[in-house]
């Protein structure tokens, strides 16, 4: 084996960056974890041998119902528990599993291409490759998620306004959420299928309300299942609490859809900002290319460009967060 061949180098250089990342992942995550961990044998200490036997009935029934998908991955990947509810709020067959495998294939394959066939150098290429195994798959889950959740709070005052006709009908609660799954769309049907499933399986309602409260981890939603908690706990007109949220909700939907015409300036604005150091280096390139190949062949114009697209992306992430606010 030709250890001099650069294809070589560079696929060792990366895994040895992978498998460093990896190591300080997992150090940081035993370090952090350990109050959890001991916290959480604790609490199954009290649950086995305290005196509340409903309390240890009760995890032991939820445990029938929990499966908890762990592997030796988890050390080396951060918060794997969060990763996996961002995965679930997706709505899609991604698991845990197949989300790190296309991480790792995406570096590789860029930092590969980048090497190859752009003609980087190796480190470069590696910090490329790593930049685009992390970003792309979480760009893409983002995506998702964001596209699945803009969809379900439209779809959402619509659900609440079935759901307060089936109470002016008659029907408990139980059977007006069950009419929703049934009636409506996906994603908002799916979910409230899944509120349906948990309430039959033996969950309360409130238990099963929160645990999709948790999952979605959306403001609209959260209201509706505050309503729901405190009427149940103090009374009164369950039908006009909710006519009063759809609207509450519908309002939110027009000031949200306010704002964004009023910052739609700003935004074009900004884009047209963002895309003249692009424009200048094309047209440059172009007029003159041997003063700006130094930039693409030499190894230190080559970290300048990967700095820069760095610090811009800084720059507009720190735009994005001023402009999207919560209503």
């Known amino acids: 084996m030709d250890v001099t061949n650069p294809t070589i180098v560079i696929?060792?250089?990366?895994?040895?960056?992978?498998?460093?990342?990896?190591?300080?992942?997992?150090?940081?995550?035993?370090?952090?974890?350990?109050?959890?961990?001991?916290?959480?044998?604790?609490?199954?200490?009290?649950?086995?041998?305290?005196?509340?036997?409903?309390?240890?009935?009760?995890?032991?029934?939820?445990?029938?119902?929990?499966?908890?998908?762990?592997?030796?991955?988890?050390?080396?990947?951060?918060?794997?528990?969060?990763?996996?509810?961002?995965l679930n709020k997706t709505g899609k067959d991604i698991t845990f599993m197949k989300y790190v495998m296309v991480t790792v294939m995406i570096a590789i394959i860029v930092g590969l291409v980048m090497k190859i066939f752009v003609g980087l150098s190796p480190l470069p290429a590696i910090m490329v490759g790593v930049f685009a195994g992390l970003f792309l798959p979480h760009a893409y889950i983002n995506r998702v998620i964001n596209k699945r959740l803009k969809k379900f709070t439209e779809q959402f005052p619509e659900a609440i306004d079935l759901i307060v006709r089936g109470l002016r009908a008659g029907l408990p609660i139980t059977e007006s959420i069950y009419a929703v799954s049934r009636e409506m769309q996906a994603p908002i049907s799916t979910e409230f299928g899944k509120i349906t499933d948990e309430i039959r399986l033996g969950k309360t309602m409130d238990e099963a309300l929160w645990a999709t409260a948790k999952r979605l981890d959306t403001p609209d939603f959260k209201f509706f299942v505050i309503s729901l908690s405190v009427q149940?706990?103090?009374?009164?007109?369950?039908?006009e609490t909710l006519i009063n949220l759809s609207e509450i909700l519908r309002g939110r939907t027009r000031l949200k859809l306010k704002i964004k015409a009023m910052i739609s300036e700003g935004k074009?604005?900004?884009?047209?900002?963002?895309?003249?150091?692009?424009?200048?280096?094309?047209?440059?390139?172009v007029m003159n290319y041997d003063y700006m190949s130094v930039m693409f062949t030499d190894p230190r114009g080559q970290l300048g460009l990967i700095g820069a697209a760095v610090w811009m992306s800084i720059g507009v992430f720190i735009l994005s967060k001023m402009i999207n606010f919560e209503v």
Do not use: W
Not at 28 to 55: E, F
Not at 232 to 239: C, H, P
Not at 268 to 285: H, Q, R, V, W
């Open 11 to 86: 696929a060792g250089i990366f895994i040895c960056v992978v498998v460093l990342l990896g190591t300080l992942a997992a150090a940081a995550g035993l370090l952090g974890n350990n109050n959890k961990v001991i916290g959480k044998r604790l609490d199954k200490i009290k649950v086995r041998h305290g005196n509340n036997k409903n309390l240890a009935k009760e995890h032991a029934k939820k445990a029938l119902f929990v499966k908890k998908e762990t592997s030796l991955i988890d050390r080396f990947v951060p918060k794997p528990d969060e990763l996996r509810l961002r």
């Open 268 to 285: 074009a604005s900004a884009y047209i900002i963002g895309s003249l150091p692009f424009l200048m280096c094309g047209l440059l390139s």
């Open 232 to 239: 149940q706990e103090t009374g009164g007109n369950l039908t």
